[in-house]
């Protein structure tokens, strides 16, 4: 299954309804980023473990060069790993730490670089940190799912890898999503997803294998053509595709009223409404959840 590019300026992309599911909070506290202002910038995000005393396997960072023309976001959302931890003496977060971390170093350092081959950089350099101690080979070795932007004062260019989303505003209020949803159509057909993970015919995710990027979906966009955006893990989009009980469109505008923390209110409300996964069945009860939001300019 080749990867897929997408176009911020195309049709809306956005989907309702039922899909399953920076740095760490501890013993369920949100973690959460003061509101950035560059010019007319803002930038602003929060985080938060599912489970109290469980470290929070998701990553977002933010990064805006000096020269204050563009900037960078990452987003990452850790894959909960086996019992036998995938083969690896490391955490999930010190994978997502490490691979998010060289992403954003990548994206920010190397504008020569598209973000496909910054990714598959960062990937090799996180996999040639732990490849003498720890099996790689191992399917559910430490992986996460990306999102990645970067803009400058031309355009805007982002990649979607596995079930995390990006929402992208266009100046007339327009909202348009970009998804890589190869899990909703593996569901759709009625296969079981667990077994083709990283596989043909499958679905990706970014772990120890650099080509892997060439199953993102990426596109660029003019910058006048983007007024804001917004990256959620799947955690943080279950109001929308697990509970059914926002769309896309009333997530951007909480995000922009209230920002990313009143967002992460609104699903653990839903959550709470349902501890067990009783009425809306899904993987986990209450899951990481992180979102960024990036207003690009004044509306």
Avoid at 26 to 44: N, S, W, Y
Wanted: aromatic content about 4%.
């Amino acid at each position: 299954m080749p990867g897929r590019t997408s176009a911020l300026r195309g049709p809306d992309q956005s989907r309702r309804g039922h899909r399953r599911t920076a740095g760490a909070g501890r013993a369920g506290r949100p973690v959460t980023c003061p509101v950035l202002h560059t010019g007319p910038m803002r930038i602003e995000t929060a985080s938060r473990p599912g489970t109290r005393d469980v470290p929070n396997e998701d990553f977002v960072s933010v990064a805006l060069p000096a020269s204050g023309t563009g900037g960078a976001l990452v987003l990452l959302d850790g894959v909960t790993p086996p019992p036998d931890n995938g083969g690896c003496v490391h955490s999930v977060p010190w994978f997502t730490a490490r691979l998010g971390g060289a992403l954003l170093e990548l994206s920010v350092s190397r504008r020569d670089m598209g973000l496909g081959a910054c990714l598959s950089a960062a990937i090799s350099r996180t996999a040639d940190a732990h490849r003498d101690t720890c099996d790689l080979s191992h399917p559910l070795t430490p992986q996460a799912t990306v999102v990645a932007v970067r803009w400058d004062a031309e355009e805007v260019e982002h990649l979607v890898l596995s079930d995390s989303v990006l929402l992208v505003e266009a100046p007339d209020g327009a909202l348009h999503t970009v998804l890589d949803d190869r899990i909703d159509r593996l569901r759709a057909a009625g296969l079981r997803v667990a077994s083709l993970r990283n596989l043909e015919g499958g679905f990706f995710t970014a772990a120890a294998d650099p080509a892997v990027t060439a199953r993102a979906v990426t596109g660029r966009a003019p910058r006048s053509s983007v007024r804001a955006l917004a990256a959620l893990t799947d955690g943080a989009a279950r109001a929308v595709e697990r509970f059914g009980a926002d769309d896309w469109e009333a997530t951007f505008a909480l995000l922009r009223k209230a920002g990313p923390e009143a967002l992460l209110d609104r699903v653990r409300s839903l959550e709470d409404a349902d501890p067990r996964g009783e009425a809306f069945p899904r993987g986990k009860p209450y899951d990481d959840a992180t979102a960024v939001l990036v207003e690009l300019s004044e509306r």
